[in-house]
C-alpha cells in the first residue's frame, strides 16, 4: 500500500451541492436564497455576533476588571539556570540573553532562589529575591540591584 493509494471509505464525503447552475438543477435561478431581501443579495448576512435585534451576549455579560496600562513585565531567572555560569562571572541581562536564558525586552528581570548554588557570582539584576540574595551571598558572590 502507497501513500498515493489511499482514499477514503465509500460514502464518507458527499460532493459539494452545486448552487446556479440552471432551473432543472433544483437550485438554479436564485440558488437557495428564495427572492428578493438582504440575504438575497450579495454582501447579504448578519454581522458576527448579531442576534435579531435581541441585546447580544457580549453586551448582556457584566464586565470584570481592568487592564492596567503601566504594568510592569519581568522575566524570570531561578538561582537553579545560573549553573550556565562559571565561578566569578557576572550575571547581568546581557549574559541571560547570551546564554539563552532570556530573549528580547521586557522591564526587567528577577532573580528567584529556586535551586543551589556553590560558587561565587556578581549578579546585577532589577529585581533579586530575599531567599535569591542570602544563597548568593552564602556561595561568596555579590548582588547589585540596578
Given at each position: 500500500?502507497?501513500?498515493?493509494?489511499?482514499?477514503?471509505?465509500?460514502?464518507?464525503?458527499?460532493?459539494?451541492?452545486?448552487?446556479?447552475?440552471?432551473v432543472g438543477s433544483g437550485?438554479?435561478?436564485?440558488?437557495?436564497?428564495?427572492?428578493?431581501?438582504?440575504?438575497?443579495?450579495?454582501?447579504?448576512?448578519?454581522?458576527?455576533?448579531?442576534?435579531?435585534?435581541?441585546?447580544?451576549?457580549?453586551?448582556?455579560?457584566?464586565?470584570?476588571?481592568?487592564?492596567?496600562?503601566?504594568?510592569?513585565?519581568?522575566?524570570?531567572?531561578?538561582?537553579?539556570?545560573?549553573?550556565k555560569f562559571e565561578s566569578?562571572?557576572?550575571?547581568?541581562?546581557?549574559?541571560?540573553?547570551?546564554?539563552?536564558?532570556?530573549?528580547?525586552?521586557?522591564?526587567?528581570?528577577?532573580?528567584?532562589?529556586?535551586?543551589?548554588?556553590?560558587?561565587?557570582?556578581?549578579?546585577?539584576?532589577?529585581?533579586?529575591?530575599?531567599?535569591?540574595?542570602?544563597?548568593?551571598?552564602?556561595?561568596?558572590?555579590?548582588?547589585?540591584?540596578?
Amino acid at each position: 500500500m502507497n501513500l498515493s493509494e489511499l482514499s477514503p471509505p465509500k460514502g464518507a464525503r458527499k460532493a459539494p451541492k452545486r448552487v446556479g447552475r440552471g432551473v432543472g438543477s433544483g437550485k438554479g435561478k436564485t440558488a437557495g436564497r428564495g427572492t428578493k431581501g438582504y440575504n438575497s443579495r450579495s454582501g447579504g448576512g448578519v454581522r458576527p455576533g448579531y442576534e435579531g435585534g435581541q441585546m447580544p451576549i457580549h453586551r448582556r455579560l457584566p464586565k470584570r476588571g481592568f487592564t492596567n496600562i503601566f504594568r510592569k513585565e519581568f522575566y524570570i531567572v531561578n538561582i537553579r539556570d545560573l549553573s550556565k555560569f562559571e565561578s566569578g562571572d557576572v550575571v547581568d541581562e546581557v549574559a541571560l540573553i547570551r546564554e539563552k536564558l532570556i530573549k528580547g525586552r521586557r522591564d526587567g528581570v528577577k532573580l528567584l532562589g529556586q535551586g543551589e548554588i556553590a560558587y561565587p557570582l556578581t549578579v546585577r539584576l532589577h529585581k533579586v529575591s530575599e531567599s535569591a540574595m542570602k544563597k548568593i551571598e552564602a556561595a561568596g558572590g555579590k548582588v547589585e540591584i540596578l
